[in-house]
Nanobody, 124 residues
Framework: QLQLVESGGGLVQPGGSLRLSCTAS????????IGWFRQAPGKEREGVSC????????NYADSVKGRFTISRDNAKKTVWLQMNSLKPEDTATYYC?????????????????WGQGTQVTVSS
């Protein structure tokens, strides 16, 4: 089975950048669409970005368009989320998730595999 591990979170000042990584172990990574979700305390989980299994399709939440970029390297079994111009409202725990033979979407219930999350804090 596919297992996911996120890394790259941390504390950054407003306007700064972070790059999150989602690294998979297991087989058939190239058949999974990958989504990034985030959840702040007291708020519902929301979709941030997603990428299709071969990387041909991506999508972003309106709140991060133009600031975040998702990419993947199937040979390295890794998906990255480059986050620029970070704002305090980006503070949350970020999770990556995998959807078998899925397309890029933000329906979290359809993602069968989840990582443990990485904390991103944007504060001066």
């Amino acid at each position: 089975q596919l297992q996911l591990v996120e890394s790259g979170g941390g504390l950054v000042q407003p306007g700064g950048s972070l790059r999150l990584s989602c690294t998979a172990s297991g087989v058939s990574f190239n058949y999974y669409a990958i989504g990034w979700f985030r959840q702040a305390p007291g708020k519902e989980r929301e979709g941030v970005s997603c990428i299709s299994s071969r990387g041909g399709s991506t999508n972003y939440a309106d709140s991060v368009k133009g600031r975040f970029t998702i990419s993947r390297d199937n040979a390295k079994k890794t998906v990255w989320l480059q986050m620029n111009s970070l704002k305090p409202e980006d503070t949350a725990t970020y999770y990556c998730a995998a959807d078998w033979e899925g397309h890029c979407h933000f329906a979290s219930y359809a993602y069968s595999r989840w990582g443990q999350g990485t904390q991103v804090t944007v504060s001066s």
